[in-house]
């Protein structure tokens, strides 16, 4: 249940201790707090503090497209997530614990969190976010800003995200695979710009680099320069991949790395684009959880750890000679 009631004081929705919060987004958050959520789909409220303390709201509304132009003396960006229940995808949108779960992850442990000021995720879901350290890379600031939009321009990725989470995949890998797979039924279209992980940009590099939370791709800082363009490559894919396969890197090495059989009767995920290999949910969990092993040198999946005492040759004990 969202809170309703409003902050005294903006210290109040911080997560952390030790936080330093400047003036400006301390007013953005109680601008936030004190201003109704008319954000709806393809439809975003968003704007900046000026340096003199007031509120710009952008006028352009259609996405986060004015964050190149906005006022030159901005000290902190402020935005919303979309209104539930309206727009293009209607009363498909709504907030649940699977949408509180998914932002939780993306305000605080996600590749994005670096980038927002941490606030509880409730707040952040009803009232909006802010994002205080404008001397962050502009393509890394409109990055985060686009994936706030995932649960209304894409909300059947917070269900797939969740299902593979629950399931025991890393919240990383699981946003990957969420990706890599697309939705289901539906064929991603190439050079997504609604997305912060464009599937054609999805190279092995790219992937480590957001497993880790470190951008390969970060231009200027955003205080010097608003231009973000291009964003999608702020983790360091390329349009070639990793096989030289426009459609889907990662999802082309999965196709080859872990090729199966449909199994009849099994919840099945396709591929995005021209790979059509299709999983089902209990073996893309493998897949995602080896992967993170691969991945992340220090983690031990409980996965490979089970494979490799398998693996092992047993030792037969040697019968003693009769004295």
Known sequence: MLAKRKINDAMAVLVGKDIVLPAPAKKALEYLDKHQNNSYYYQFEYGVVK?????????????????????????????????????????????????????????????????????????ATKKGFVIADLNQAANLIVNALIATRIPSEHYWEVARWNDLVDAGVHENMAFILTVSFGREGVKLSGGIGHHPLDPNELTMEAVEAFMNGTPKGCNHPYVKNQDYKPCNKVWGGNIKGDFNYQGNPYGCYIEKQYPIKKEAGARMFRVSDDAYMKYPLARLVEIGITETG??????????????????????????????
């Not at 992340?296 to 004295?323: S, T």
Request: net charge positive; proline share 9%.
């Open 51 to 123: 340096k003199d303390g007031d509120i710009y709201v952008s006028p352009n509304k259609a996405c986060h497209a004015q964050m190149h132009s906005m006022p030159k003396d901005c000290t902190a960006i402020w935005s919303k997530f979309p209104k539930p229940g309206h727009g293009y995808h209607g009363d498909k949108v709504k907030i649940t614990e699977q949408t509180l779960k998914f932002n939780d992850w993306l305000l605080h442990r996600s590749p994005w969190a670096q980038v927002f000021v941490p606030t509880t995720t409730e707040f």
């Open 294 to 323: 691969r991945i992340l040198k220090d983690a031990r999946p409980k996965l490979e750890e089970q494979h490799a005492a398998e693996a092992k040759p047993k030792r037969v004990p040697r019968k003693r000679k009769a004295a």
